[in-house]
């Protein structure tokens, strides 16, 4: 008999599997490469280019991507410079799973970041300009790949959340000023208004 499937649905920050360590994957299944399919239609729904198991509602160490190598204005590819970048953009979609990230030097870069978590907020977030991903793949590849732009940006927001960090959390004080009223609201509508903000790096 047919197991009953419970559709997943967007988790909204304040929602309490947003905010724990997820678990990690044991094995990769069918029912892993199903999960892994319906958070990219939930992604792609919401047009972002990364979600992880955790914003599905799902306690698990996988994170998807989708991002477009990048072009210039009339549709160029633009070089990009990272392994990561050059071997992993033609391929995506992808799924990571259990991913550890490292960062690599001590370059860091600033960049507006938004989350389908944090519905239509978005704010400075700075970061390392560099990492180093290992995980594995849906396919059973594993990958152990130095990845910058872009990439290194959705894949630290990703991986962030699989350690119940949403990336409000990183915020200095004047981008998260910017979007204090519009995360009350996003709080007051989805009956979190008793989550408290729990800021990292800040004493
Ligand atoms: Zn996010």
Redesign the pocket.
Known sequence: MAKEKKALTLRIIGDPVLHQIAKPVEKIDDSLVDLAQEMLNMMYKSNGI?L?AP?AGVSLRMFVLDIEPPEDEEGHPLPVNSPGEIQLLPQMPLAFINPEVTPIGTEESDYDEG???VPKLYATVRRPAKVMLKATLLDGREICIECGGLLARAIQ??ND?LDGV??VQKLEDEPLDSIKKGLDKILKKNGKSNYKLKRLNKA
């Open positions: 990364g992880a914003q989350c389908l978590s927001h990703e959340h949403v990336f």
